[in-house]
């Protein structure tokens, strides 16, 4: 499966309940990628799913599979690991 082709999208945490996770490719709450504080989390679509295209909710951001990338690459993301 190719995911640069793919959208993402940036949510508020308290929404990770009103997602319906069949109509995108991240399959549950429990497996979607969280910000190190817990306040955002991320899923992967390939066509806009109607709870944001209805307005059910508002994602902070929609990006590209490279600013995607580049997003969790940040510290807000990505936890440094002591070796």
């Given at each position: 499966m190719a995911f640069n082709d793919k959208t993402y999208a940036v949510l508020n945490i308290a929404d990770i309940d009103s997602v319906n996770y069949s109509e995108v490719i991240t399959t549950s709450k429990e497996t979607a990628r969280k910000s190190i504080?817990?306040?955002?989390?991320?899923?992967?679509?390939?066509?806009?799913?109607?709870?944001?295209s209805g307005g059910a909710i508002t994602p902070v951001s929609v990006v590209s599979h490279e600013?995607?990338?580049?997003?969790?690459?940040?510290?807000?993301?990505?936890?440094?690991?002591e070796l």
């Open positions: 504080d817990e306040s955002q989390f991320i899923i992967k679509y390939d066509s806009t799913p109607s709870f944001i600013d995607a990338l580049a997003l969790m690459a940040t510290d807000d993301w990505t936890a440094d690991i």
